[in-house]
């Protein structure tokens, strides 16, 4: 099956899937704003500081025969973001909001798909909010709509965290898929009864669509693959200093922000903890007062967050609906144990106890037992991150993309 894939905006697992659809000799297309590819011109460019977050969207040469560039919606919200043009930007409605950005990209794949008729294209494979267009082109022509969820289901999201409104006024701003228009969750709705195939990566997310309340496609879990892992990795007890905790993800109380913080108060100078985030909002005063109090990083390169969960005993990521959560994956990468949750793909990466710990979402006294034990055991960090880093290595991100080929090859047998 030849397949056109497009993103937007490209990440670790799209360029995982771009690579596995290549090396299977299924991928005929691939679309996305910006691709950086070795000694080109944005290569280049990218090595001026202002520009160096370029470098995110770098890809394997290989891949550039079959690339298609859109760039200028996202070049757009790009610039108007490092400029403060706020109102350019604004959810769904500025021109270059990141839902512009995907549903300019959407518009375009169905153009494509219109003047490439009678071609060998057997599968579009398209993601959450940019695929409406190109499924509806798609099902015209027979072609096959293989959807891709990186999150979990909009209506288990609102079911889940709804409480958080009530019990945690404080910290409603920073729930911001609540914002969404009818028009946009309608559209993701259109977008799942389009779709063929669904594709997830966490037995959570499959397990959110069980609120879809129409005809769903077949949905087949394929986890995300580990980053390299670190070859050398010491360990320094905590007996005699703080233990050393780290989040990293969105400021965001669907992140178990405030869970977090609570749980830390009542330790008291016997932890010290790191946060890695961009706060989802400016104006929640419950989390302005709450990174007084701790070390507040707002953005690290990706080689630097590695570098830095290196440096610490545990990652800490209470997430209360997640998708997947490839901090987990890069923190065991580097030899540092993760206590999550069950809303994570940690059920799919984690035996409790052995390679990290599982603790139920949204309970903060579950966090605090977990914390109290790495006190009162601080050997199990070692042996804990040492189980997580050989978990890693059975996982590269190669086998990721293997396996989504092989799923796709098998609905065409």
């Not at 991928?27 to 520009?51: C, G, I, Q, Y």
């Not at 779709?195 to 394929?222: C, H, M, N, R, Y």
């Not at 992140?255 to 985030?277: Q, W």
């Not at 994570?344 to 052995?354: C, F, K, N, R, V």
Request: proline fraction near 5%; aromatic fraction near 8%; charged fraction near 25%.
């Amino acid at each position: 099956m030849k397949i056109l894939l497009n993103h937007p905006t490209g990440n670790e697992f799209v360029r995982a899937a771009a690579k596995g659809l290549l090396d299977a000799e299924m991928l005929h297309e691939f679309h996305t704003a910006l691709a950086v590819f070795p000694n080109t011109f944005l290569d280049r460019l990218s090595d001026m500081k202002p520009l160096a977050d370029i470098r995110r969207r770098g890809y394997e040469t290989a891949l550039q025969p079959y690339t298609h560039l859109w760039p200028w919606r996202e070049v757009g919200r790009l610039v108007s973001g490092k400029l403060g043009l706020n109102h350019l930007v604004r959810h769904e409605k500025g021109v270059f909001s990141v839902d512009g950005v995907y549903q300019n990209l959407d518009k375009h794949i169905a153009s494509r798909l219109k003047a490439t008729a009678g071609s060998d294209i057997q599968g579009v494979y398209a993601y959450e909010d940019g695929a409406a267009n190109s499924f509806r082109e798609a099902r015209k022509r027979k072609i096959s709509c293989l959807y891709d969820l990186p999150i979990g289901y909009w209506r288990a999201a609102r079911r889940l965290l709804g409480t958080e409104l009530l019990t945690r006024p404080e910290w409603a701003a920073t729930l911001t898929g609540f914002i969404d228009s009818d028009e946009k969750l309608a559209q993701k709705d259109e977008e799942l009864r389009l779709a063929d195939q669904v594709f997830v990566a966490s037995s959570f997310t499959a397990k959110t669509l069980q609120d879809f309340p129409g005809k769903l496609a077949p949905v087949q879990v394929i986890p995300y693959g580990f980053p390299p892992i670190v070859k050398e990795r010491s360990y320094r007890s905590p007996v005699n200093r703080p233990l050393k905790l780290l989040f990293v993800g969105g400021l965001s109380q669907r992140k178990g922000v405030a869970n977090l913080f609570e749980a830390v108060e009542t330790f008291g100078n016997r932890v010290e903890l790191t946060v890695v985030g961009k706060k989802a909002v400016p104006d929640c005063e419950a989390l302005n007062q709450a990174l007084t109090r701790h070390r507040w990083i707002p953005t690290l390169s990706h080689p630097d967050i590695l570098a830095l969960m290196k440096t610490q005993d545990v990652l800490i990521f209470p997430s209360l609906f997640e998708g997947f959560g490839l901090v987990i994956t890069e923190a065991m990468s580097q030899g540092t144990p993760v206590i999550t949750t069950d809303r994570t793909a940690g059920p799919d990466l984690i035996q409790s106890g052995e390679n990290g710990w599982l603790i139920q979402a949204g309970v903060t006294q579950a966090l605090i037992e977990a914390i109290d034990q790495l006190l009162l055991h601080p050997e199990r960090i070692q042996q804990v991150g040492k189980a997580a880093r050989d978990a890693a290595r059975l996982r590269p991100w190669q086998r990721y993309g293997q396996e989504l080929a092989t799923a796709i090859q098998t609905l065409n047998s």
